[in-house]
């Protein structure tokens, strides 16, 4: 891994991706649309040598490809919204593709469980069935197929996994409403039941896991599930109140205040359809890192969680 090309280099995975590779000395290049958002990461990181950026957008394969001309692989971490799923995974994963083919570059894709379907009853590996119950997963599925595809010749892909997350760098996941509340002692909401353990990753610890996991030619071809670990909304709540010495409590959002709510706003309404992810968890297996990596970093969510809420009082 000599230079890396990180992809939505400002998102919450991107960032940690470029703070774990800038700690590594891995020379990075930084790629978005926002010029302020990567002008603000490099003070953040105290403008290392090692970074440099490229301002563009990811659904232009030639500006991807002029970008990481110097590299040798890229880690596509740019997110498209819920509700532009459906219309934009297809033509994000192909510029994606046709710039690391043009350049002939190992390319990396972060991405979701949703290709699984719902929870079979335990922790599931790579070689599990694809049997989405969802459009999302459907979606992911024949996204899949084209990173995967026979008619790419001089690039080789690899697809990495993660739970929901969290951490200092997350912008836009499920939990990140809930956590910003109880870091001030406001009544949190949630999504789901709060007395169901649903897996989350930190996003530290992700970053180096996908690092190690695309440092190694013999990872690429296939998927990579990068487990986290098990919690309770309840158990979170807790964990909050030691931290920041306040009381506050959770509020439940079920399907049906979702259903109602999603009237209005675009992307929860596509979130009903995931609500099956809340209500039996499905969780990952890291056998196969663990065989051919290593041992996987588990922060703990007391440590985790103190850190995410320490970010925000920086901001």
Not at 79 to 87: G, K, L
Not at 139 to 154: P, T, Y
Request: aromatic share 10%.
């Amino acid at each position: 891994m000599e230079k890396v090309l990180v992809l939505g280099a400002t998102g919450g995975t991107g960032k940690a991706l470029v703070q774990e590779l800038i700690f590594r000395g891995i020379p990075t290049i930084a790629f978005g649309r926002n010029k302020k958002a990567l002008e603000t990461l490099a003070v953040e990181l105290n403008h290392p040598k090692q970074l440099e950026f490229a301002y563009g957008d990811v659904f232009d394969w030639q500006s991807v490809r002029d970008a990481g001309k110097t590299a040798d692989i890229i880690l596509q971490a740019s997110n498209v919204p819920y509700h532009e799923m459906a219309a934009k995974s297809l033509l994000l994963a192909e510029s994606v593709m046709k710039a690391a083919e043009a350049n002939g570059q190992k390319i990396v894709f972060v991405d979701g469980i949703y290709v699984y379907g719902p929870n079979p009853g335990y922790a599931v590996e790579e070689t599990y069935i694809r049997k989405p119950n969802s459009k999302k997963g459907k979606i992911r599925i024949a996204m899949e197929d084209l990173i995967f595809s026979s008619s790419w010749k001089q690039s080789k892909a690899l697809i990495v996994r993660l739970p929901d997350y969290y951490g200092p760098t997350s912008k836009n996941a499920y939990l990140n409403p809930t956590l910003e509340s109880l870091a001030v002692g406001k009544p949190a909401l949630f999504i789901g039941d709060t007395n169901v353990k649903r897996e989350y990753i930190y996003l530290p610890d992700a970053a180096k896991m996908i690092v190690n996991v695309a440092a190694k030619d013999e990872s690429f071809g296939r998927n990579w599930n990068l487990p986290g670990q098990t919690i309770s909304a309840q158990e979170i709540q807790k964990i909050a109140q030691e931290i920041t010495g306040k009381k506050t409590f959770l509020i439940p959002v079920g399907k049906w205040m979702l259903t109602i709510v999603g009237l209005f706003d675009s992307f929860l309404k596509e979130v009903v359809e995931m609500m099956y992810l809340t209500e039996n968890p499905l969780v990952l297996s890291g056998a196969q890192y663990e065989k051919e990596i290593g041992n996987i970093p588990l922060t703990p969510f007391s440590t985790g969680i103190k850190e995410t809420f320490a970010s925000y009082i920086n901001k």
